[in-house]
T-cell receptor
C-alpha cells in the first residue's frame, strides 16, 4: 500500500516530442506528489509537484496531470530537448512509521535524441 | 534557495574502516534531514530520518549500529558508515526538509562511497 508504481522504465523521445511518464499509488492518505529529475552522479532536483485537490499543474514545459479517482498521476514534458535526458522519479508524500516521508517510484530513464 | 551540500563528494576507504559523510543545509534550517542510499540504476531507498537533537529513526532492515546518524544542529547532519565492507559501496544522498514546509525535501549532490 506504500508503493508508488512508475512506468515506463525507460523512454526514448525525439527532440521536440512529448515525453510522458506515469505513476500510480494505492494509499489515499498520500497528500503531495512531487517529481524529481536526476542527472548521473548528482542528487535529485525537485522539478514540479502537485497536491491531490488539483487536477493539473503546469510550469513551463512540464505539466503534472493528476487523477485522484484513479490514483494516478503523470508528468508530461512538452517540446522535449536533449538536455532533458535524465532519470525522472515520481514520489508521494505520506505519514508512515511516525513521521512524514517520501515514497519514490522506480524511476524512468529518459533519452531525448536530437 | 534551499541548497544542500554534502562532503565529501567521493570517498574510497578500505574494508573495516569507518567513513563520515556530512550534510549541510546552506540557506535554510532543516529540522528534519533524511539519508538515502541509491544503487546504480535504482531508485532512492530511505535509510533513516533524523530530527535535530533527537535520535534518528531507521527504516526496517537498516543497521543502526552500522550507519550512525547525528543531527547536531539545524544545518548539519552526519552519516558515519562503521566497519565498512564492499557491499556498503553506494551513492549516499541526504535531503533537508524546510521547517514548517514538511512537504518539500531538497537533496544534496550525493556522496559516492567505494569500499575496497
Amino acid at each position: 500500500q506504500q508503493q508508488v508504481k512508475q512506468s515506463p522504465q525507460s523512454l526514448i523521445v525525439q527532440k521536440g516530442g512529448i515525453s510522458i511518464i506515469n505513476c500510480a499509488y494505492e494509499n489515499t492518505a498520500f497528500d503531495y506528489f512531487p517529481w524529481y529529475q536526476q542527472f548521473p552522479g548528482k542528487g535529485p532536483a525537485l522539478l514540479i509537484a502537485i497536491r491531490p485537490d488539483v487536477s493539473e499543474k503546469k510550469e513551463g514545459r512540464f505539466t503534472i496531470s493528476f487523477n485522484k479517482s484513479a490514483k494516478q498521476f503523470s508528468l508530461h514534458i512538452m517540446d522535449s530537448q536533449p538536455g532533458d535526458s535524465a532519470t525522472y522519479f515520481c514520489a508521494a508524500h505520506g505519514f508512515s512509521g511516525g513521521y512524514n516521508k517520501l515514497i519514490f517510484g522506480a524511476g524512468t530513464r529518459l533519452a531525448v535524441h536530437p | 534557495g534551499a541548497v544542500v551540500s554534502q562532503h565529501p563528494s567521493w570517498v574510497i576507504c578500505k574494508s573495516g574502516t569507518s567513513v563520515k559523510i556530512e550534510c549541510r543545509s546552506l540557506d535554510f534550517q532543516a529540522t528534519t534531514m533524511f539519508w538515502y542510499r541509491q544503487f546504480p540504476k535504482q531508485s532512492l531507498m530511505l535509510m533513516a530520518t533524523s530530527n535535530e537533537g533527537s535520535k534518528a529513526t531507521y527504516e526496517q532492515g537498516v543497521e543502526k549500529d552500522k550507519f550512525l546518524i547525528n543531527h547536531a544542529s539545524l544545518t548539519l547532519s552526519t552519516l558515519t558508515v562503521t566497519s565498512a565492507h564492499p557491499e556498503d559501496s553506494s551513492f549516499y544522498i541526504c535531503s533537508g526538509e524546510i521547517a514548517g514546509r514538511s512537504y518539500e525535501q531538497y537533496f544534496g549532490p550525493g556522496t559516492r562511497l567505494t569500499v575496497t
